[in-house]
C-alpha cells in the first residue's frame, strides 16, 4: 500500500497509507480530522551503479531460477585414468 502526503492547515505535512482506489479521494487530518490536500511529488528513485545493478539483477533472478554454472576444462588438465579391473567381476574387487 502507497503512502501519500498531504498538508493539513493546522498540523502541517501528514502522510496517509492508502490504496490506489483510495489515492483520489478526500482524506482527514489523522491528528485534527481537518480536510487536507494531496501534495504531489517525485517517486523514490535512485540512480545505482552498473556493477551493483548486475549483481541486484542476478541476485534476484537466481532466487527464482539458480544460475547453472560449468566450468570450462583446459587442455592442461589431466583426466583421471579409467579404472581398470584384471577380471570379469567388479563387485568382487577384494575377493
Known sequence: MPRYEFLCATCGQVDIWRSFAEASLPASCPVCQAAVKRVYTLPGVTK????????????????????????????????????????????????
Do not use: C, I
Open 48 to 95: 545505482t551503479s552498473a556493477p551493483l545493478t548486475r549483481a541486484l539483477d542476478r541476485a534476484q533472478k537466481s532466487a527464482y531460477e539458480p544460475e547453472v554454472v560449468k566450468r570450462q576444462q583446459t587442455t592442461t588438465e589431466a583426466r583421471p585414468a579409467p579404472v581398470r579391473h584384471q577380471h570379469g567381476r567388479p563387485w568382487q574387487l577384494g575377493h
